[in-house]
């Protein structure tokens, strides 16, 4: 067994290897970006000698329209996985547990969805949210998500898997669908719950393609397209201490937040697919 | 349980109508904003659509037919594909052999989960502002690395020949995760006791892998080929930030195709039909490994 530990070992040495230059990008920015500006415009192979600085990201504060495409991103992140929560617990739970004429129609309807990009429907997405003038608002933003069946399909599969009896006590008490639905059904559903949540709320965050097209107002642009935005003077390399300060600030609150869920964002990514 | 109840918790034929009430809100968002596109999509890809005179002509397959001799229009549909065909099969042998190494108890090997992770959840943005950094001709971080090593650096956005490939690394390392995650969460359905056998047998480390591990996950490795052909085809943030289409048209994708056609020269006919024909693509290429799945199944 011997020659087995050795390759595991030898394995294990590779994959670390592999995993330094795997962070070494992310590490590089991080430490450039306490960098004066001054300094990179000569040089980029001086990491970790002085002089420091933290200007470029009392830079990134003094552009106040940073802050107000964190609240944009915020509220529609927030607003889409509360919205999704809602339609798909509800659709859920009509699908597993109740019965109703072409219900199972329906629901392979519902699922074919899945196939549909969203680049399929973008044009005519934004024809409609013009003709009602709805572009450049937060509904024009959360809404289009909404329509996504995956949230369904995976509430419905764990509706599924709770057992019948757990209902049958309520049912024999005549209590309405909804009030079994919502006081027992729904709270045993927590962890499908946290799991579609944290799932929603990161795509949400790092939507591209649809706030790009439909916020035209830097006012109303998300952090995801108004650093974007931001961008488009990459050339005059006088600010890439500002730029990679940019990628930190924007990539720190989000990485944090995988750090905290990282249990649930795996099980989401993991245990759902897999059936 | 009752039979009757059993009955009315799970009616096979017909139940009440007032149960559809849960499905409805879904169901209102989901024939709006999806079917109804889905449908205005294609009868706008038949139209001409003039965006200054407000009008429109209806004009068969014109736009089809004229994608069709559209060079940049074709030059797209083979950077989509060369896309595709060598970045699926990295996330899968890649993700495979990153799974099967990091598939072990403690500390190390979360953190190395965490590690490989990680950056699928940083947006598109964040993922191209780095890799445009590191990247950079003179004193990005790879030309550094080069110049330490004594070559001579390379600037793989500005080659015709190595942007394509460039954004297949940087995608590759933004959303290695995914596929980690699916085989990491297969290999452990394995049941141990298959593997305790071949042991016994003193099988090889190759002959356990192509002869038990292999033909167990042989599903999820289906599964991920296609999450991720349909992903790629997708391609257009990493390009629309890091090379706009260039150098040459060597990066552009469909999607950028349609984005460009549609949101700025504002030819919503034609773009509506670009959608459609990227959207038959990925129908396509999922029938296509599904059915080879198959065949391999029975034979």
Do not use: C
Not at chain 2, 262 to 267: D, E, L, N, R, Y
């Amino acid at each position: 067994m011997t020659g087995g530990r050795l390759g595991d070992r030898l394995v294990l040495a590779a994959v670390v290897a592999l995993a330094v230059v795997w962070l070494a990008p992310l590490a590089w920015v991080f430490a450039l970006s306490f960098k004066p500006n001054e300094v990179l415009q000569v040089r980029t192979d001086v990491m970790l000698s002085p002089p420091f600085t933290l200007k470029n990201y009392t830079d990134i504060l003094a552009n106040s329209q940073v802050f107000q495409w964190i609240v944009n991103s915020l509220v529609v992140a927030l607003g889409q996985t509360f919205l999704v929560l809602v339609l798909s617990s509800l659709a859920g739970y009509g699908f597993a547990r109740t019965r109703f004429p072409g219900q199972r129609w329906l629901y392979v309807f519902v699922l074919a969805g899945l196939a549909v990009p969203e680049q399929a429907i973008v044009i005519p997405l934004h024809r409609m949210f013009a003709e009602h003038e709805l572009h450049n608002t937060y509904a024009a933003l959360i809404l289009p998500r909404l329509a996504a069946p995956f949230g369904v399909y995976l509430m419905t599969q764990y509706f599924k898997a709770i057992p019948a009896d757990i209902e049958e006590a309520a049912l024999l008490d005549n209590a309405s669908r909804f009030r079994i639905f919502w006081r027992i059904v729904l709270p045993l559903s927590l962890p499908a719950q946290a799991t579609l949540g944290i799932f929603t709320f990161l795509t949400a965050w790092n939507d591209y393609l649809w706030p790009l097209v439909s916020a035209s107002k830097p006012e109303m642009y998300t952090l995801t397209v108004g650093l974007a935005s931001t961008q488009t003077n990459f050339a005059q390399s006088g600010g890439l201490g500002f730029l990679m300060a940019q990628a930190v600030f924007a990539g720190l609150p989000i990485f944090i937040v995988y750090l905290f869920f990282q249990k649930y964002i795996v099980s989401a990514v993991a245990g759902t697919t897999v059936r | 349980m009752s039979r009757s109840l059993a009955r009315r918790l799970s009616r096979p034929d017909g139940g009440r109508w007032s149960h559809a009430a849960f499905v409805v809100p879904f169901l209102a968002a989901y024939l709006l904003l999806l079917v109804l596109p889905l449908m205005r999509g294609l009868w706008i890809s038949l139209h001409e659509i003039d965006m200054l005179s407000e009008s429109s002509e209806f004009v068969g397959l014109k736009n089809y037919t004229e994608l069709w001799a559209d060079d940049v229009f074709r030059g797209a549909v083979r950077n989509t594909f060369a896309f595709v065909l060598m970045s699926t099969p990295v996330f899968v042998v890649l993700g495979l052999a990153l799974a099967l190494a990091l598939n072990r108890p403690g500390r190390l090997g979360a953190a190395l989960r965490a590690v490989f992770f990680g950056s699928s959840v940083l947006s598109v943005t964040i993922v191209t502002l780095v890799w445009r950094l590191v990247l950079m001709p003179d004193r990005g971080l790879l030309s550094n690395a080069m110049v330490s090593l004594g070559l001579s650096p390379i600037a793989p956005l500005t080659s015709e020949s190595l942007a394509l490939p460039a954004v297949a690394v940087v995608t590759v390392w933004w959303i290695i995760g995914l596929p980690m995650m699916l085989f990491l969460a297969a290999l452990q359905q394995i049941p141990q006791d298959i593997y305790e056998a071949a042991a016994l047998d003193s099988a090889s480390r190759w002959r356990t892998f192509t002869r038990i591990t292999l033909p167990s996950i042989r599903r999820t490795v289906v599964l991920v080929a296609v999450i991720e052909a349909i992903l790629q085809f997708q391609l257009f943030g990493q390009v629309q930030l890091m090379t706009l289409g260039g150098p040459n048209n060597s990066t552009r994708p469909i999607v950028m195709f349609i984005y460009e056609s549609g949101f700025q020269a504002w030819a919503l006919g034609y773009a509506a039909a670009a959608s459609q024909v990227l959207f038959g693509f990925m129908l396509l290429a999922v029938t296509v490994q599904v059915w080879l799945a198959r065949r391999k199944d029975e034979a």
